[in-house]
């Protein structure tokens, strides 16, 4: 089965940046919402930014202005870009689709590995 495939993690020091990519060739994301996901050790996975197909996004407070969520997809690619990372952005960062920004809360569609963001001095 095709799945997610999450890519551009590594570790830097607080205040560096990471563009994070987000593919999978069984799907055209065109047709869907995308957001990224993150989750620590001991801690539910959580909903950080989303894109919807007519390009609106959404953020939680703890990521905005510093993340910045954008697709291509005449690539069928999602993008997360992290600037001015802090600590408690460490984390294994993933992606999913949805049809809107409110179902991507609850998305469960073939979870692939994640890539790791590690911040720290």
């Known amino acids: 089965q095709d799945h997610f495939v999450e890519s551009g993690g590594g570790s830097v020091e607080p205040g560096g940046s990471l563009r994070l990519t987000c593919s999978r060739s069984?799907?055209?994301?065109?047709?869907?919402?995308v957001g990224w996901y993150r989750q620590t050790p001991g801690k539910q996975r959580e909903l950080v930014a989303s894109?919807?197909?007519?390009?609106?996004?959404k953020y939680i407070a703890d990521v905005t202005g510093r993340f910045t969520i954008s697709r291509d997809n005449a690539e069928n690619t999602v993008y997360l870009q992290m600037n001015s990372l802090k600590p408690e952005d460490t984390a294994v960062y993933y992606c999913?689709?949805?049809?809107?920004?409110?179902?991507?809360?609850?998305?469960?569609?073939?979870w692939g590995q994640g890539t790791q963001v590690i911040v720290s001095p």
């Open positions: 999913n689709r949805g049809v809107s920004h409110r179902d991507l809360i609850d998305a469960n569609y073939a």
């Open positions: 069984g799907i055209l994301f065109a047709r869907y919402a």
């Open positions: 894109i919807a197909e007519d390009l609106t996004t």
